[in-house]
């Protein structure tokens, strides 16, 4: 299957010579565009997913598909290869199938638009934009269900589909996508902007080509791409060694009592390309938390990675994709066949960064990071107020970023780009919520060097009864530490009941009924740290206690003894982390905070109220052996 381009003008564009000023001004000019994009998205969108948290991804790219300005790359060019049919002026293109479009996006909730833009006859770009729709439909409210084991319960999917034809809106495709969501007005009012977000756009860059030239526009655009792929060459062969380097990780459960569930990737270079293999990943799960990962996505993940730990400097696009060669293996957990379920492929998807820094610091331990992203946590709360009125709340919870070379880890914090928190305010005046507590909670980030980020706390309390949805992760495996630092400390969910009953929640879990006065405490993990935590300056960690981050014992996994006014005993210090270190021995490249699977569950078992998941071996690898059998 391919697309066929309908262009009125004949003429293809032709590459000229273009200089560094001009080259610099239409950067600018993209880059204002793409941000223009988010700024009408924000102002015009309903949900707060959208609306307050910036669940979005925007793009523009030159007329082969190739990201030259945005946040997430590659959808263009996965949806060229799954779609079958014209392209026309005034078309736009939405999708929601991950599986017609190799995963261009991940899960049925993230509505992708697409859009050709034309000039004169012929397109000069592309703009395109995907965000995360609050409910679809589905067997739960949110549409991320993990009992799911098919994506046909997880909502409407919608393959590559003309939603605007020639200009003219496809009202009937819309409005049956629409009758099969809760909160259709939220899907409009969002669906509308994304469109104004990509026309924004067209003008932009019309504007751009009218005012400099077409072959100008599209040799500029080559250019920043072309030096991109120059800067990521260099980048590559100084930090990518040429010998196999090999790092595992796992997503902790299904939801559905099985796991952990191993992702294993190994990383090599051969000349000047980076070569990524995923042999090794355990097969795809009954459930929801399989990641079909486009490799085109993955490298773009790879790039944004090496860029902001490596060179910060370099302007991120797709140019260097051809760098970079990504092999996943079908039927595993990272590339299920279809039909298997998706929507909670969020797990996966944090623990491929964490990957990535296992991976890339083995052969640059002084840029190594510790782990942190780890997961993307969701919360939903639905129900019928009083009145009748239905509503639904989807919200993205944030962790402790990891400790890094250059610093500490954020506390409470978001690893996606450009996201934020939804205010409580907002929260409180939409929904029949009271927010009792936000805060950090102290010594959850692992000590290092570079201290990591501390857990988030939130404390719901439901104020009408309803429903709540969990998914989070990291309950089971911690967010290790690295060059000495120590593990950050695990999610944790407790619900408070009003008649004083507490019951400790999974961290995936559908359809909990919750009653008026009931207090829900949504407690995220601790980053890692980074570097040994024996070499952090007392003072430091004295400044932490005070700002409440640490506590006085706590500062004792540091060697710091501290006094009642919380001033550092040096004598008592020096004293305590000659003792530790002797006790620690050599200072370990990473540590997980267990030594085996095994272990980890005992100590799970031990620690806490909920059962430790199960191993899903044969059950898993059937399932995978069907699936590959049908396809």
């Known amino acids: 299957m391919s697309a066929t381009i309908v262009q009125r003008n004949s003429r293809k564009m032709k590459k000229v010579k273009v200089d560094s000023v001009t080259i610099d001004i239409i950067e600018s000019a993209l880059r204002n565009a793409r941000y223009e994009m988010d700024t ?3 102002r015009t969108a309903m949900s707060p997913g959208i609306r307050e948290q910036h669940d979005e991804f925007p793009m523009i790219a030159n007329l082969d598909g190739k990201m030259v300005v945005g946040q997430f790359g590659s959808f263009i060019h996965g949806f060229l290869q799954g779609y079958d049919g014209t392209i026309e002026d005034g078309d736009i293109f939405l999708t929601t199938d991950p599986y017609s479009v190799n995963g261009a996006v991940s899960h049925a909730n993230d509505w992708l638009l697409l859009m050709p833009i034309y000039k004169g006859g012929r397109v000069i770009a592309w703009s395109a934009m995907f965000g995360h729709m609050t409910d679809i439909g589905g067997k739960v409210p949110g549409s991320l269900p993990t009992d799911a084991r098919q994506i046909y319960e997880e ?79 260099v980048l590559i062969g100084k930090t990518v060694p040429e010998q196999k380097q090999y790092f595992e990780d796992y997503v902790c459960d299904d939801g559905m009592g099985m796991g952990p569930y191993k992702i294993a990737c190994s990383m090599w270079r051969e000349g000047d390309k980076c070569i990524f293999d995923f042999a090794g990943t355990d097969p795809q799960s009954i459930g929801s938390i399989n990641f079909l990962l486009n490799e085109e996505m993955f490298k ?40 298997a379920a998706l929507s909670c492929r969020t797990h996966a998807l944090g623990r491929i960064f964490d990957i990535l820094g296992g991976l890339l610091g083995q052969g640059n331990p002084a840029f190594m990071c510790a782990a942190g992203f780890s997961d993307s946590p969701h919360f939903m709360y639905s129900g019928y107020r009083d009145n009748g009125e239905w509503y639904q709340l989807y919200q993205i919870g944030f962790g402790g970023i990891p400790g890094k070379p250059f610093g500490d880890g954020p506390d409470g914090h978001s690893l996606w780009p450009s996201f934020t928190n939804v205010p409580n305010e907002f929260l409180e005046s939409y929904f029949p919520l009271r927010i009792d507590v936000y805060e950090t909670l102290p010594d959850t980030g692992g000590p290092g060097k570079n201290r990591g980020g501390n857990a ?92 409440g981050l ?31 270190r002797q006790e620690r021995g050599a200072v370990p490249l990473f540590d997980r905070g267990f030594q085996s699977i095994d272990e980890l569950k005992a100590r799970c078992a031990a620690e806490t109220s909920l059962a430790p998941p199960a191993q899903p071996t044969f059950t898993r690898r059937a399932v995978a052996s069907k699936q590959a059998g049908r396809a």
Not at 222 to 232: C, F, H
Not at 565 to 578: C, F, G
């Open 155 to 233: 909502g409407v999917v919608v393959p590559p589909v003309k939603i605007y034809k020639a200009g003219r809106l496809n009202e009937d495709v819309l409005r049956i996508i629409l009758h099969n969501c809760r909160l259709p007005m939220w899907n409009l009012s969002d669906f509308n902007a994304i469109v104004a977000a990509l026309r924004t756009a067209a003008i932009r860059c019309i504007e751009i080509a009218t005012r400099f030239g077409d072959d100008v526009f599209y040799s500029a655009m080559d250019a920043m791409l072309e030096r991109n792929r120059r800067a990521m060459r």
């Open 456 to 547: 988030l706390r939130i404390g719901y309390r439901f104020l009408e009864p309803g429903e709540i949805s969990i998914h989070d992760d990291r309950w089971l495996t911690y967010p290790w530490g690295v060059n000495g630092g120590l593990p950050g400390k695990r999610s944790r969910k407790s619900l408070l009941r009003a008649d004083g009953t507490k019951e400790q929640l999974p961290s995936k879990c559908d359809r909990i009924k919750v009653e008026r006065g009931d207090l829900l405490h949504f407690d995220t993990w601790g980053g890692g740290g980074c570097g040994d935590p024996f070499e952090r300056e007392a003072a430091k960690v004295a400044f932490d206690v005070d700002a």
């Open 40 to 42: 009408v998205l924000f």
């Open 550 to 580: 640490v506590t006085i014992a706590g500062a004792r996994r540091y060697g710091v003894v501290l006094r009642a006014d919380h001033s550092v005993d040096e004598a008592a210090t020096t004293q305590l982390r000659a003792q530790l």
């Open 300 to 339: 773009m993940f790879a790039g944004v990675y090496m860029i902001m730990v490596f060179d910060p400097q370099i302007l991120f696009n797709d140019g260097f994709y051809d760098l970079m060669e990504v092999r996943i293996p079908a039927g595993t957990l990272l590339k299920p066949l279809k039909p």
